[in-house]
């Protein structure tokens, strides 16, 4: 590689010395200052040059020769300074007005973080005190690596600002590479867009705390796009908020991929001796196309990231009475619709908004989280307790970020919302944003839900956030700690969500903001699952879904039935369920209003669920048939031991057979992930199957017509010995 050859003066050889244990995930040249990462499938070369300069010289399929990588592609941290090649990971002013950083290699150990090996790089500034621990953790069996950054002060006088300070940064040598992320805008959320890498910058970020997109991205060489195999570069940012990635390609064609906080109008000032700790990136490899991206990042969130207590436990079926009731609740509406939701086979009973004083519609009642004593007058828990008797536990909406004006939380503080003195001030939905960044937002948030957690046996929060942050000023911080508004205010947000859950273990939290506003990692390790999208048009979900699923596991993703019909288009319940049922299924129609036929309907779906949700949920996703590219959707999903599959077939339109030609499309679905030699049965579909018959051959599951769908279980056909 040579653009930047004149930065390194490169006397560094891998092949001097790299002991290559296969079991170890890091091993260290015998100069003590080379390390190879290793993955299932992938390698990450690193190296310190004998100026000291820590470069990164490979991050691909580990096939590759390691005595090949004699240039280093970029530097491990890239920083503002010197030539200013690349996209800095690090930008500094230093008390004399001095941005310029020069780091200088230190030292290196090999830790162990939370069970998994984790090179740790220390570089220093060769003159103002300045150090920048870099972190690499090797997740060997997800084919991923978490970076991020300690960057701290080591003087005793000066502060040191920090304008930019992102998690981690790689190259990739010179290719044409597109790239997919996932985009959206309320109602239709994680759009894969897909582009082209030319010469520049792109970037997408998060200004407003909510994207209704991902900081997800998959890179691969151009026009190589495929499902099932390819090379991919991928990854995520585990960080709600503001968040930026960037992906730099390079006049003579080489690409770097940098992602973190996005710093715009922010910055940080370091005192001496403190520090400052990035989120983490995740990057991986996979020669396994879009699936090994679906497949890792699923498995990855699904045992490492969501909530720990409550990760392996069986999603439960969850009536929720937003669109029966809107914010006109009462006991009596609520225990009726709780009835028969238990009879349906519903586990967990949720309330949404509606419920606190003042809440009459959005105008009013954000902030003051008591219970309405007009609506209920002898307050929830006697509700809760016939619920409770009918076998169901309860949940509740909560949306604590947000105050409406009309409220007595913000008559008594109006000083806690965000608002410019002299400035416009921007309500969204009738509400302003606290200012959760300070100390007294957070007691009193703590204080009115461990309160309303304490006096009422709720099992199930849904945590809502429906405003854009606007006007982020912090008059009361100390003007050195104004303009770092933002990441205080996601600490204390982290803190909440952790401290409420560490205090109520038994409690499910859900992650809503207008529906999938705020959908990434750093939510996913505090809640258990989130609420993909306020559209729940079955038509709309079924991209919106496929989508979600290339980057979120199944388990972490809530989807309801509704009466919403965004096209008017009067979908079939059994379609509607069937959609659902991919994920982790909840039921939000008037079901008091429900004819015996559609209860019917109901009960026998929300059994069968029951039946495949461990599959689903647990499952390798293969996502057979795009939605973007046919009309129709299939999924499949397959248990570990390759013993079980669950396959969704969604029709989107009707083919006549003699269109198939015109449409391109086999009637057959050829399956993935099974075991070739062993036979399966096929719920529904006579006869037995090699795996190797359904895999290679393929089979043509009997669903017709458009918005038909079919759910199909096969399974292993034990022979006895
Ligand atoms: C948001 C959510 C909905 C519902 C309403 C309640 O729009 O996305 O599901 O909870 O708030 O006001």
Redesign the pocket.
Same mark, same amino acid.
């Given at each position: 590689m040579k653009f930047m050859k004149k930065f390194f003066i490169v006397l560094f050889v891998f092949a001097t010395g790299i002991i290559r244990a296969q079991t170890e995930p890091i091993t260290t040249a015998n100069d003590g200052k080379s390390w190879t990462l290793e993955t299932k499938s992938s390698i990450y070369q690193i190296g310190s040059s004998d100026q000291g300069v820590v470069g990164m010289y490979y991050f691909g399929n580990k096939s590759q020769d390691p005595t090949k990588l004699r240039y280093p592609l970029g530097e491990e941290v890239t920083v503002r300074g010197g030539y200013s090649a690349t996209t800095p990971m690090l930008e500094i002013v230093f008390k004399d007005r001095v941005r310029d950083v020069e780091l200088t290699y230190v030292g290196s150990e090999i830790q162990t973080v939370d069970g998994y090996k984790t090179l740790v790089i220390h570089q220093k500034d060769k003159f103002y005190p300045l150090s920048v621990t870099e972190y690499i953790r090797v997740l060997p069996e997800y084919d991923l690596l978490e970076k991020w950054m300690e960057v701290k002060n080591t003087g005793k006088k000066d502060m040191i600002e920090i304008e930019n300070a992102q998690s981690g940064t790689f190259f990739l040598p010179q290719n044409a590479y597109e790239l997919t992320h996932l985009a959206g805008i309320w109602g239709y959320e994680y759009q894969p867009n897909v582009t082209k890498l030319t010469q520049g910058v792109k970037t997408f970020q998060v200004k407003d705390f909510r994207s209704f997109g991902s900081s997800f991205f998959a890179v691969r060489p151009e026009g190589e796009q495929m499902e099932t195999c390819g090379e991919v570069w991928f990854g995520s940012l585990q960080y709600s908020g503001n968040w930026r990635m960037d992906l730099e390609k390079y006049p003579r064609g080489e690409l770097q991929v940098t992602g973190g906080i996005n710093f715009w109008d922010q910055s940080l000032m370091l005192k001496p001796g403190k520090s400052f700790t990035t989120p983490k990136m995740i990057i991986g490899y996979t020669c396994r196309g879009m699936e090994g991206v679906s497949q890792n990042l699923a498995s990855y969130t699904r045992e490492k990231i969501l909530y720990p207590s409550h990760r392996s436990k069986v999603r439960p079926v969850l009536y *929720?009475s937003?669109y029966a009731t809107?914010?006109d609740v009462n006991e009596e509406h609520q225990l009726a619709l709780a009835k028969i939701a238990k009879e349906l086979g519903v586990e967990i009973f949720v309330i949404? %908004?509606g419920w606190f004083k003042g809440r009459i519609n %959005?105008k009013g009642g954000l902030g003051d989280w008591t219970v309405d004593k007009n609506k209920f007058p002898n307050g929830l828990q006697p509700m809760i307790d016939k619920i409770n008797a009918m076998g169901l536990d309860f949940g509740i909406?909560i949306?604590p970020e947000m105050v409406n004006p009309n409220s007595d939380l913000y008559r008594t503080h109006p000083d806690w919302v965000f608002h410019y003195p002299n400035r416009t001030r921007h309500e969204g939905r009738n509400q302003l944003m606290l200012n959760l960044a300070r100390e007294d937002v957070y007691q009193y948030l703590y204080d009115s839900f461990s309160k309303l957690l304490r006096e009422n046996n709720i099992k199930f929060i849904?945590w %809502?956030m *429906?405003k854009s942050l606007t006007d982020p000023v912090f008059p009361s911080a100390p003007s050195d700690e104004q303009r770092a508004v933002r990441i205080k205010y996601v600490e204390n947000l982290y803190r909440l969500l952790e401290t409420l859950r560490a205090e109520f273990p038994d409690v499910w939290f859900e992650n809503?903001?207008?529906?999938g506003g705020r959908v990434d990692l750093g939510m996913m390790a505090r809640t258990d699952f989130s609420?993909a999208s %306020?559209n729940t048009d079955p038509v709309e979900r079924t991209f919106i879904q496929y989508a979600f699923l290339n980057a979120f596991p199944s388990n972490s993703m809530i989807s309801w039935v509704t009466h919403e019909d965004w096209h008017k288009q009067n979908h079939p319940l059994e379609f509607k369920f069937d959609v659902s049922m991919c994920g982790v299924l909840g039921v939000g129609y008037d079901i008091t209003k429900w004819t015996d036929k559609e209860k019917a309907v109901a009960r026998e779906k929300i059994a069968r669920y029951k039946e495949i949700r461990e599959t689903v949920h647990n499952g390798d996703l293969y996502r057979l048939v795009s939605p973007y590219e046919n009309n129709r959707s299939v999924l499949q999903f397959v248990n570990k031991a390759k013993t079980e599959a669950v396959v969704f077939v969604y029709n989107l339109a009707e083919y006549p057979d003699n269109a198939i030609l015109q449409t391109k499309r086999s009637k057959l679905i050829k399956l993935r992930g099974l075991q070739p030699e062993v036979s399966y049965k096929v719920e529904g579909i006579d006869g037995t199957y090699k795996g190797a018959q359904l895999m290679d051959i393929g089979i043509q599951f009997p669903v017709r017509g458009a918005f038909k769908s079919g759910i199909f279980k096969i399974c292993l056909l034990y022979t006895s010995p």
């Open positions: *929720n937003w809107t914010f949404d %908004d %959005d909406w949306e849904k %809502d *429906n809503c903001a207008s529906g609420w %306020d």
